[in-house]
């Protein structure tokens, strides 16, 4: 992770986006059960380390810091990462303060409750991604009939409810194929998070190898993996800095050289995004 600002530059759009109804949502406080988080003191720290970061979005995510809050309930908040990796790169944090500091693979191996609570909130993540790169990427060919029947309904002088839109339209494209759900096996941050991030690795943050490769290598650790055998390898994962750097893509092999894949990944993902 990088110490670098992040600027916003997504395109307006006039139909309904996701990620602004909800962050508009999440501004405002939301009527929720008493949550032991809520009810935190402001953290006083002494020599503040900035791997803490994720800790005020756990603990006050109705106070949106940075704009970055998405959506959120008395379990997890979602946020958009500060350097995103790709076109959409979010993070879901647990927001129970026993699993603030433990270790995504060992709690995600050994409490199969904890497990089943991960996976059905990133299912909803994944689906709220997946909205996103549609909205993003409506030039893509596999995705024409869904655009298509959407741009007739929308323009009705009637149009559907958001409810009855759904029965209406085509599938389309199945952009959640290419979103990713899993977590590092050595977390850059100290807060428990999970990575909901998409495939594409388009992004001005992604500067150097190790970006690369903890999103495409088994240092990511998938969520359908889980559970692990305690002593899996997954466990330590080596010196994976080191490894070959390979195209998400088309598997084309480019070893250390960073600037050249850097390159090749700007034609795949006008390719990927054109399917």
């Not at 990796?85 to 927001?95: D, F, G, Q």
Request: aromatic share 10%.
């Amino acid at each position: 992770m990088t110490r670098e600002e992040l600027t916003d530059n997504v395109p307006a759009s006039k139909r309904s986006n996701a990620f602004t109804e909800l962050m508009s949502a999440a501004k405002k406080p939301k009527p929720t059960s008493p949550n032991p988080a809520e009810d935190l003191p402001e953290p006083r720290r002494r020599g503040w380390d900035p791997r803490d970061g994720l800790g005020i979005y756990a603990e006050r995510p109705k106070d949106n810091p940075e704009g970055r809050v998405v959506d959120y309930d008395d379990d997890f908040v979602v946020i958009r990462d500060k350097f995103p990796k790709a076109s959409v790169h979010l993070l879901l944090i647990p927001r129970d303060p026993k699993v603030y500091f433990q270790h995504p693979l060992a709690l995600l191996s050994t409490s199969p409750a904890f497990l089943e609570k991960v996976r059905t909130r990133a299912a909803r993540v994944k689906a709220l991604a997946a909205s996103e790169l549609r909205r993003l990427y409506p030039s893509s060919a596999s995705d024409a009939p869904y655009q298509s029947a959407l741009e007739a309904h929308m323009s009705a002088s009637d149009p559907p409810s958001p409810s009855e839109l759904a029965s209406l339209l085509p599938p389309g494209r199945d952009w959640e194929k290419d979103i990713v759900v899993g977590v590092h096996t050595h977390p850059s941050m100290n807060h428990l998070h999970i990575h909901v991030i998409s495939r594409d690795m388009h992004s001005p943050w992604l500067k150097h190898k190790k970006h690369y490769l903890s999103f495409n290598s088994s240092f990511m650790v998938r969520l359908d993996e889980f559970p692990l055998e305690i002593g899996s390898p997954r466990f330590k994962p080596g010196d994976w800095p080191k490894w070959d750097m390979q195209c998400w893509r088309c598997g084309r092999n480019f070893a250390n050289k960073f600037a050249e894949l850097k390159r090749h990944l700007e034609g795949e993902f006008e390719e990927w995004k054109k399917e």
